[in-house]
T-cell receptor
Framework: TQLLEQSPQFLSIQEGENLTVYCNSS?????LQWYRQEPGEGPVLLVT?????EVKKLKRLTFQFGDARKDSSLHITAAQPGDTGLYLC???????????FGSGTRLLVRP | NAGVTQTPKFQVLKTGQSMTLQCAQD?????MYWYRQDPGMGLRLIYY???????DKGEVPNGYNVSRLNKREFSLRLESAAPSQTSVYFC?????????????FGAGTRLSVL
């Protein structure tokens, strides 16, 4: 059973389009992170959100943490081929040392 | 600035063989982790070491053992490899404590068990 569900699993869009990736759970997390992973590499942290309702922007990427701290979204504006990759959300519960990862969204941005 | 280094990068084993995956970090981090990544499953935690001298089971520990050799190194051992252990294995490290909650990942070890 996946504690963190990501949708969609796959997304293929044209350069310049906007997209949103969702990360949902029935559990509350103390913080939530988004990672991006390229083929042959390990995941690289993009952002950490901690407060319910928090919105963080990283250039064309906007991250939001749900008010109840159970869900999060990643919105990319004017996607570029360089955004292609696997996007993973990961949640931390309370004082655990452990991150729980979602199943990932594989994004392909076509030129 | 190597970060987290994993060896080997690729490995093919026959069922029943044993091997050890090596991981070393040069960032003076306290916590280290081993994950496996399978298609459509994200990353699942196998074992972790919150600090030097301690190890704990994660979500999928069966068939694996770990050793926190020192603060820098955390190895993962498969005693008798099975085809179900075919996966990509990632090691990660973290400074420690909730305030410094950034995990840094190695490039992975791709393991095939025939």
């Amino acid at each position: 059973t996946q504690l963190l569900e990501q949708s969609p699993q796959f997304l293929s869009i044209q350069e310049g389009e906007n997209l949103t990736v969702y990360c949902n759970s029935s559990s509350v997390f103390s913080s939530l992170q988004w990672y991006r992973q390229e083929p042959g590499e390990g995941p690289v942290l993009l952002v950490t959100v901690v407060t319910g309702g928090e919105v963080k922007k990283l250039k064309r990427l906007t991250f939001q943490f749900g008010d109840a701290r159970k869900d999060s979204s990643l919105h990319i504006t004017a996607a570029q081929p360089g955004d292609t990759g696997l996007y993973l959300c990961a949640g931390m519960k309370d004082s655990s040392y452990k991150l729980i990862f979602g199943s990932g969204t594989r994004l392909l941005v076509r030129p | 600035n190597a970060g987290v280094t994993q060896t080997p990068k690729f490995q093919v084993l026959k069922t029943g063989q044993s091997m050890t995956l090596q991981c070393a970090q040069d960032m003076n981090h306290n916590s280290m982790y081993w994950y496996r990544q399978d298609p459509g499953m994200g990353l699942r935690l196998i074992y972790y070491s919150a600090s030097e001298g301690t190890t704990d089971k994660g979500e999928v520990p069966n068939g694996y053992n770990v050793s926190r050799l020192n603060k820098r190194e955390f190895s993962l051992r498969l005693e008798s490899a099975a085809p179900s252990q075919t996966s990509v294995y990632f090691c990660a490290s973290k400074l420690g404590g909730l305030a410094k909650n950034i995990q840094y990942f190695g490039a992975g070890t791709r393991l095939s068990v025939l």
